[in-house]
T-cell receptor
Framework: DSGVTQTPKHLITATGQRVTLRCSPRSGDLSVYWYQQSLDQGLQFLIQYYNGEERAKGNILERFSAQQFPDLHSELNLSSLELGDSALYFC?????????????FGPGTRLTVL | DQQVKQNSPSLSVQEGRISILNCDYTNSMFDYFLWYKKYPAEGPTFLISISSIKDKNEDGRFTVFLNKSAKHLSLHIVPSQPGDSAVYFCAANLSGTYKYIFGTGTRLKVLA
């Protein structure tokens, strides 16, 4: 158990809908990262927050947005969902947002768009 | 454009033998590399890392080698155990950024 929690575990929805994925980092971790893993793909970095502020952006679509709240939990919002958005979404956290920090991953949320 | 490549999607090794997982990268601005292990239905877990100023880092049964001129790193597991069966991802950090680029993973199966 990494100490990072993600809810829900599974989510099934229809195209065009909007969903929110939630992540609670390890106690004491200030930085949260979101990743997408599609079938047979590596982990694609989406976005990073550090202590409530956006720090780095990766291949995140404009239909997706995220935020980190004062209690440090984070939410990833996915809107106007398409079939291709079906994937595993992982959240990770680290102590600080420095370059060389081990990231601790949650178990992921499996999103299925029908 | 896949900047971090793991060209072997799968690998099978006998218990007790050496497992060698390979990773190639294209961007010379990567300066820190990590290996993660992932079991089914779990998130990746950190295994071992190496800075670009080193060419080897060892932690127990796990050793990572970095060949900067070839833009290649490898993870050696000796001796391999059935519990090592998992998907292994290599990841690279782009110097001066907070971004980690992950490879597509290699599924290792250690046969008892």
């Amino acid at each position: 158990d990494s100490g990072v929690t993600q809810t829900p575990k599974h989510l099934i929805t229809a195209t065009g809908q909007r969903v929110t994925l939630r992540c609670s980092p390890r106690s004491g971790d200030l930085s949260v990262y979101w990743y997408q893993q599609s079938l047979d793909q590596g982990l694609q970095f989406l976005i990073q927050y550090y202590n409530g502020e956006e720090r780095a952006k990766g291949n995140i679509l404009e239909r997706f947005s995220a935020q980190q709240f004062p209690d440090l939990h984070s939410e990833l919002n996915l809107s106007s969902l398409e079939l291709g958005d079906s994937a595993l979404y992982f959240c990770a956290s680290s102590v600080v947002g420095d370059f060389y920090n081990e990231q601790f991953f949650g178990p992921g949320t499996r999103l299925t768009v029908l | 454009d896949q900047q971090v490549k793991q060209n072997s999607p799968s690998l099978s090794v006998q218990e007790g033998r050496i497992s060698i997982l390979n990773c190639d990268y294209t961007n010379s601005m990567f300066d820190y590399f990590l290996w993660y292990k992932k079991y089914p239905a779990e998130g990746p877990t950190f295994l071992i890392s190496i800075s670009s100023i080193k060419d080897k880092n060892e932690d127990g049964r796990f050793t990572v080698f970095l060949n900067k001129s070839a833009k290649h790193l490898s993870l050696h597991i000796v001796p391999s155990q059935p519990g090592d069966s998992a998907v292994y991802f290599c990841a690279a950090n782009l110097s001066g950024t907070y971004k980690y680029i992950f490879g597509t993973g290699t599924r290792l199966k250690v046969l008892a």
